[in-house]
């Protein structure tokens, strides 16, 4: 399995993940990453999906993270805890943009333990709010015409600027 590489929906389906996931991270679970109990620790998820977020807004090109670029300002996070990871295991982390407006969005994610043959278990479900600032923290910024139109093809997200 190849790790911290993009995942497009062809290799997300032969994982075992379904749609309407079109974009993947893979990594392993990480000794610092567990709690007490043994298990992932629930702060963990929250940096898998930021750790997603780089590459996934880089693609979708709301963001090439230059000085010129907007700030990315998250708004609110949420994680639904499904099942426990545990230490060397393999998981795919997906997201897609469910919303947008003028100068936020609405993304979605999931963590799944891959399969060999069949469908992957999905073990954490989350959102995130994100705002677009100007890079001088006066103002929002409107997102790219480019990533508008990556968020309507590639994740059929919803308009909701109107």
Known sequence: MLYHTPLDAPALRTLGIPEP???GLADRVRFGELDALGHV????????????????LAARRITDYSPESPRLVLRRT???YL??????????VTGRTRAFRRTSFTMEFAVWLPAAAGAAR???????????????????????EAGRRA???????????A
């Open 41 to 56: 620790n629930n702060a963990a998820y929250l940096t898998w999906f930021e750790s997603f977020r780089l590459p996934y």
């Open 122 to 144: 999905c073990t954490t479900t989350g959102e995130a709010i994100v705002v677009l600032l100007n890079w001088t923290g006066t103002g929002r910024h409107p997102i790219p």
């Open 83 to 92: 099942a426990e990871l545990f230490a060397g295991q393999d998981y795919v």
């Open 21 to 23: 996931w079109g974009f």
């Open 78 to 80: 949420a994680c639904d």
């Open 151 to 161: 968020f309507l093809e590639l994740d059929g997200a919803l308009d909701e600027s």
